[in-house]
């Protein structure tokens, strides 16, 4: 069974930081691109940040410069440094992982195929 669990999300002040993890289990995802969403409420899942099987970022505009994705293969596991942190960066955050090898990073969720359960990120003002 594929699993994607998070965890690292909690209670912050704006302008602090956080670390997200996304432990996966039940198959490799070394030769796939990782990705991170959010989801406020009320709001549509957006895209966050990708990273390719290369480990090649890719940033929402509204993060870039803020957070960093990264992956280490040897622990199954991708991360999502998020520092600068804002009240409009409120949400829950998903990661979500790719079945096809070697594709490129996506910012479209339908490119995903595996998706853990969320943490929440609450930034307050």
């Known amino acids: 069974q594929v699993q994607l669990v998070e965890s690292g999300g909690g209670l912050v002040q704006a302008g602090g930081s956080l670390r997200l993890s996304c432990a996966t289990s039940?198959?490799?995802?070394?030769?796939?691109?990782m990705g991170w969403f959010r989801q406020a409420p009320g709001k549509e899942r957006e895209f966050v940040a990708s990273i390719d099987w290369s480990a090649i970022p890719y940033y929402a505009d509204s993060v870039k410069g803020r957070f960093t994705i990264s992956r280490d293969d040897a622990k199954n596991t991708v991360y999502l440094q998020m520092n600068s942190l804002k009240p409009g960066d409120t949400a829950v955050y998903y990661c979500?992982?790719?079945?096809?090898?070697?594709?490129?990073?996506?910012?479209?969720?339908?490119?995903?195929?595996?998706w853990g359960q969320g943490t929440q990120v609450t930034v307050s003002s």
């Open positions: 039940g198959r490799t995802f070394r030769r796939h691109a």
């Open positions: 979500a992982g790719s079945g096809l090898e070697y594709h490129a990073a996506s910012s479209l969720r339908d490119r995903y195929d595996y």
